[in-house]
């Protein structure tokens, strides 16, 4: 309300289940690809430290995979 940006979409005939699934939806959306940016980073950055032939980015990556389900 203040920055009076729903004043636009109040004019339109948006149910009130439709407008707060959106919300929802969107921040969703915005938080899974945070996520998904943060496991990237956290694997290239393992992957530039590490010191030996073993994996371990395999590890976080199937832990990055099971945060998402």
Not at 10 to 35: I, Q, T
Request: aromatic fraction near 12%.
């Amino acid at each position: 309300m203040e920055k009076r940006t729903l004043y636009a979409l109040l004019a339109k005939p948006v149910r009130r289940w439709e407008f707060l699934l959106g919300k929802f939806g969107g921040l969703v959306a915005h938080a899974d690809g945070e996520h998904r940016c943060d496991g990237c980073r956290f694997v290239l950055a393992l992957s530039i430290v590490k010191q030996n032939d073993e994996h371990p980015e395999a590890a976080v990556l199937v832990a990055v995979y099971f945060n998402f389900c």
